[in-house]
């Protein structure tokens, strides 16, 4: 595993939320119904960036809440061991709330259908809509990210990873040469 490129450097990704924090706003008409929801791990780390951005831009009250959607994924049987379950992190109604859905990287398109049935377990909110800080194509279900930091074309042995502070120490987005042929 090689750093092919740096994608979004560390100044690059604090435009980039403020420029998704901006975009939520527009598309929602403020802060009056949404609800941002951050999956583990990193969705979740941008979920709250974006939160306290919207906040200071906005100043009004925006739920924010945590999911997690291991037990969720059709392929945790086949492709963890182990399933390590976190901590759904949900203190608020979902019904009829417009929830914008956060993640790292869009890929195939089935974290996001899982989330989507994790919500639907929790309530009936009016709208979802998906967030992420990089869409890097090669989807394998129907799933288009409302709001994108920015698009990656990637070929199937590239992989985006993404580093946030919170738990790498560093703010950066670098695609990576797998050599999985």
């Excluded at 802060?31 to 939160?51: P, Q, S, V, W």
């Excluded at 392929?75 to 109604?93: A, H």
Aim: aromatic residues 4%; charged residues 35%; glycine residues 8%.
């Amino acid at each position: 595993m090689k750093i092919k490129a740096t994608i979004i450097d560390e100044a690059g990704m604090n435009r980039t939320i403020t420029r998704l924090a901006h975009e939520i706003l527009e598309k929602s008409g403020g802060t009056e119904n949404i609800t941002l929801l951050g999956m583990r791990t990193r969705g979740e780390f941008l979920a709250k960036r974006i939160h306290e951005k919207i906040k200071e831009i906005d100043g009004g009250k925006v739920d924010l809440g945590v999911l997690d959607v291991t037990l969720y994924r059709d392929d945790f049987r086949t492709r963890l061991k182990q399933p390590e379950v976190s901590v759904t992190d949900i203190t608020f109604d979902l019904n009829e709330k417009d929830i914008i859905l956060i993640d790292d990287v869009l890929y195939t398109g089935r974290t996001a259908r899982s989330a989507l049935d994790a919500i639907m377990d929790l309530g009936r909110p009016r709208t979802v809509r998906l967030c992420v800080l990089v869409d890097r194509g090669h989807r394998e279900l129907p799933i288009k990210a409302d709001f994108v930091g920015k698009n990656i074309p990637t070929s199937i042995n590239e992989e985006v990873k993404v580093q946030m502070k919170e738990i790498d120490g560093e703010d950066a987005v670098y695609l990576i040469e797998t050599n999985n042929e």
